[in-house]
């Protein structure tokens, strides 16, 4: 059965840092294109920063995750991960890992789908 668990979330005071790790298992991993995603109370789920099957060869970062986030995988431990520093309040939200086979991650990040393979969340508060 396909899992992905994220974790690393917590509060944060503003300007600060944290590193999200997404856990997958019970699929092959490392043919699958990965993203991060997050949803804010009363907000549509957003594509921050995706990547494509090997480490650094074709990432995509929301404008909002450019400069701040940095997206990263590695494939022996079946681990994908989201650095985030200089984070702001509205970076505040829940945030998911998602794996998919398909597509570009672009495309992964820009048009999100609900059959892919999704973990539950782990949230993120920034605030003072």
């Known amino acids: 059965q396909a899992q992905l668990e994220e974790s690393g979330g917590g509060l944060v005071q503003p300007g600060g840092s944290l590193n999200l790790t997404c856990a997958a298992s019970?699929?092959?991993?490392?043919?699958?294109?990965v993203g991060w995603f997050r949803q804010a109370p009363g907000k549509d789920r957003e594509g921050i920063s995706c990547?494509?099957?090997?480490?650094?060869?074709?990432?995509y970062y929301a404008d909002s995750a450019a400069g701040r986030f940095h997206i990263s995988r590695d494939n022996a431990k079946n681990t994908a991960y989201l650095q985030m520093s200089s984070l702001k309040p509205e970076d505040t939200a829940v945030y998911y890992c998602?794996?998919?086979?398909?597509?570009?991650?672009?495309?992964?990040?820009?048009?999100?789908?609900?059959?892919?393979?999704w973990g539950l969340g782990t949230p993120v508060t920034v605030s003072s």
């Open positions: 990547i494509s099957t090997l480490d650094r060869v074709g990432a």
């Open positions: 998602a794996a998919q086979r398909a597509s570009t991650p672009r495309t992964m990040c820009v048009f999100p789908k609900l059959g892919w393979y």
């Open positions: 019970g699929f092959p991993f490392e043919f699958y294109t």
